[in-house]
């Protein structure tokens, strides 16, 4: 693969009913001060790198990624790498820094964190989302990306993870679509959130290619191909 590339994950929290000692929003954040403060598995942001981003909320790992809190999920991304067997190891590297965190916190037994894509109470979705180096010069439209969408949007038929039921998401108004046909099992859970093919945001009006300008590396040599449509457990 004569690529960089990498992944960015968004954990789900479960807490058992019978700890009643903190809800599922303080888990991730107590995970992560512990791997930064305690473990010392990084070195933790000390400046804003975003306004989303204040200080202390995630930061770069020694392995060479990065970890944060993205509207209260903790959300690991893999380090650059230039081979899918890397990618694959240090996708798993994720999981087992969490699950090192919650043994030696003495959580194991009663706080998961799982890598699904969907929310089945409240309907929210969170993302798996890859990301691809692109030539700056290399054309971001629709009539030149057709072959690569057409290839994604039918890639969730042998890598979708499965899901039970359906989601009815937001539209822009906030009204819920009602749904035409009822459906007890799909090929992929994030299929759902996914109603456009190219677009900037990455919550409503979801695409399967993300067109936010944000390479993360010299603008004036590269883009970055970012994709919306993964199921985590892939």
């Known amino acids: 693969m004569d690529r960089v590339a990498g992944i960015e994950t968004e954990y789900g929290c479960l807490v058992s009913a019978e700890d009643g000692r903190a809800h599922t929003d303080a888990w991730p ?20 790198r975003d306004y989303e981003e204040p200080p202390g909320n995630g ?5 060479g990624g990065r970890l944060y809190l993205d509207m209260g999920h903790i959300e690991y991304a893999s380090p650059e790498c ?3 067997r890397d990618i694959v190891t240090y996708d798993i590297a994720g999981d087992q820094l969490l699950q090192s965190a919650l043994v030696e916190l003495e959580a194991a037994e009663r706080v998961s964190f799982i890598k699904n894509n969907v929310d089945h109470n409240t309907g929210a979705t969170f993302g798996c989302h890859e990301n691809y180096l ?3 010069e290399a054309q971001f439209t629709p009539p030149v990306l057709g072959t690569l969408l057409a290839f994604l949007a039918t890639r969730q038929i042998f890598t979708g993870s499965g899901r039970v039921g359906q989601a009815n998401p937001l ?19 994030r299929a759902d959130h996914i109603v456009n ?11 399967i290619i993300n067109a936010r300008d944000e390479p993360l590396a010299d603008y004036r040599k590269y883009r970055r191909l970012h994709l919306l449509i993964g199921d985590s457990n892939m």
Request: hydrophobic share 50%; proline share 3%; charged share 20%.
């Open 29 to 48: 954040v107590r995970v992560k001060n512990f791997l930064f403060r305690k473990a010392r598995a990084g070195a933790i942001d000390l400046h804003y």
């Open 59 to 63: 930061g770069f790992l020694l392995n």
């Open 82 to 84: 230039l081979n899918l």
């Open 134 to 136: 692109m030539k700056r």
């Open 171 to 189: 539209a822009f108004d906030f009204q819920l679509p009602q749904p035409e046909v009822h459906v007890d099992f799909q090929l992929s859970q």
């Open 197 to 207: 093919d190219i677009y900037q945001w990455v919550q409503f009006n979801r695409a």
